[in-house]
Antibody
Framework: EVQLVDSGGGLVQPGGSLRLSCAAS????????MHWVRQAPGKGLVWVSR????????NYADSVEGRFTISRDNAKNTLYLQMNSLRAEDTAVYYC????????????WGQGTLVTVSS | DIQMTQSPSSLSASVGDRVTITCRAS??????LNWYQQKVGKAPKLLIY???RLQSGVPSRFSGSGSGTDFTLTISSLQPEDSATYYC?????????FGQGTKLEIK
């Protein structure tokens, strides 16, 4: 059974840092593009970042470029999102998601982890 | 960047009704269009991928159509459990943008 388990969220002050993790199981992790998507409280879904199977290619939303870094450890079947210089507008539930092999859709999602940026 | 615009933003319909949600892309995205259903407090669930392909396990009352810039999600006979927010998403090019969502309420 495919499972994605998000963790690492919490309360952080503006300007602070946090690292999110997404533990994957039930599939060949290194074969899939992985993504982070976020959702501010009461708002819609926003794409954040993606990384290819071997970690050699990454993309970011303009709003997080230069502050967030996506990475993966295929030996540990884990996806990461290092978030630096956090702002109040980064407050959201962060979901990891697995891209399909033949489409850009997300068949599997983590349960989400809440990041709150506040003083 | 590609902008995705959904309409309506919200709607209310009765059990058994046929419901249609539309999604328009700011430029052609071929068939790189996906639909998700999200219930309160839960992660989104994939309903339709590649504009018209039904995800495994999703009831056949859900269908998708369109290509280029204009797409629709149709629920042929609304059920109580379909109360949720629905999002379209383009996977043509990054950033993989979502529509703003359509909140569907059952009367």
């Amino acid at each position: 059974e495919v499972q994605l388990v998000d963790s690492g969220g919490g309360l952080v002050q503006p300007g602070g840092s946090l690292r999110l993790s997404c533990a994957a199981s039930g599939f060949t992790f290194s074969s899939y593009w992985m993504h982070w998507v976020r959702q501010a409280p009461g708002k819609g879904l926003v794409w954040v970042s993606r990384i290819n199977g071997d970690g050699s290619s990454t993309n970011y939303a303009d709003s997080v470029e230069g502050r967030f870094t996506i990475s993966r450890d295929n030996a540990k079947n884990t996806l990461y999102l290092q978030m630096n210089s956090l702002r109040a507008e980064d407050t959201a539930v962060y979901y990891c998601a697995r891209q399909g092999l033949r489409s850009g859709s997300y068949t599997y999602w983590g349960q989400g982890t809440l990041v709150t940026v506040s003083s | 960047d590609i902008q995705m615009t959904q309409s309506p933003s919200s709607l209310s319909a009765s059990v058994g009704d046929r419901v249609t949600i539309t999604c328009r892309a700011s430029q052609s995205i071929s068939s790189y269009l996906n639909w998700y259903q999200q219930k309160v407090g839960k992660a989104p669930k994939l309903l339709i991928y590649a504009a018209s392909r039904l995800q495994s396990g999703v009831p056949s009352r859900f269908s998708g159509s369109g290509s280029g810039t204009d797409f629709t999600l149709t629920i042929s006979s609304l059920q109580p459990e379909d109360s949720a927010t629905y999002y379209c998403q383009q996977s043509h090019s990054t950033p993989y943008s979502f529509g703003q969502g359509t909140k569907l309420e059952i009367k």
